[in-house]
């Protein structure tokens, strides 16, 4: 059976020692899931479950050791960063035990979820579902893996963004509300867990707008930075 059009091709991301690549399945991302930062987007960090939300995998911008352009999208006045640590599945399932949860990861990457910030405060004023806010295309830019057999499973240290050269988020992976075993256990009871699913795992507080002709650069100890010029 042939297809009618020409197959699209399939995401894949670079691994940092290696000339493999990793084949994207899903992009899942956990909301507010550092307090400083669930503070300043009105929410209660002690009481408030953990709750997901996807990007297309195509929404991926792959960056990789030098600066890239990245593309400020249409319909907006308002393109906010969120830096993330980024975790790989190499394997699947169902309500995954916490406890064994971490034996599911690859590796880990650096990534951001840019949000079309007016778009979604507009969804949210009318209930209506984030796509257009969070699913942009490139608006997730992610670096190379680096898997755990090199980096091991991060559970602390700085995770910070800067805009020309002037940090703008700062925050500790230890101050995660949810660590990365227990959002792997939670999402996986409410979907199965596949191979080649990423899940972007928070952003620390210092959310903020970036312009056209401004460069980020994020950067996670243990795995490096990635620069994007935004244009």
């Known amino acids: ?8 091709p399939r ?5 940092v020692g290696s000339s493999d690549f990793f084949p994207v399945r899903r992009v899942y991302c956990v909301g507010r899931n550092y307090a400083a930062h669930a503070r300043e987007m009105g929410a209660d ?22 600066p890239v352009a990245h593309p400020y999208p249409p319909r907006t006045q308002n393109y906010h960063f969120e830096v993330e640590m980024v975790a790989a599945l190499s394997e699947g399932g169902r309500d995954i035990p916490v406890d064994a949860a971490l034996d599911h990861v ?37 670096g190379a893996l680096r898997p755990v057999s090199l980096v091991g499973h991060p559970a602390r240290g700085p995770i910070t963004l800067s805009v020309n050269g002037e940090i703008r988020q700062t925050g500790d992976l230890a101050d995660m509300i949810w660590s990365v075993a227990e959002q792997i256990a939670y999402l996986s ?32 100890a243990g795995l490096g930075e990635i620069a994007l010029d935004v244009v």
């Open 1 to 8: 059976m042939l297809s009618v059009i020409q197959n699209p």
């Open 11 to 15: 995401v894949a991301l670079p691994i």
């Open 45 to 66: 960090p002690d009481r408030e479950p953990p709750f997901f939300f996807m990007k297309p995998a195509d929404a991926l911008q792959i960056v990789g050791s030098e």
């Open 106 to 142: 690859y590796g880990y990457a650096i990534g951001l979820d840019m949000t079309r910030r007016d778009l979604q405060d507009e969804a949210k004023r009318m209930s209506r579902p984030w796509d257009t806010a969070k699913a942009a295309d490139n608006s997730g830019p992610i």
């Open 189 to 220: 009871g409410l979907f199965v867990l596949h191979p080649g699913d990423l899940i972007f795992t928070g952003t620390p507080s210092g959310v903020g707008p970036v312009k056209r002709g401004e460069r980020m650069v994020a950067a996670i």
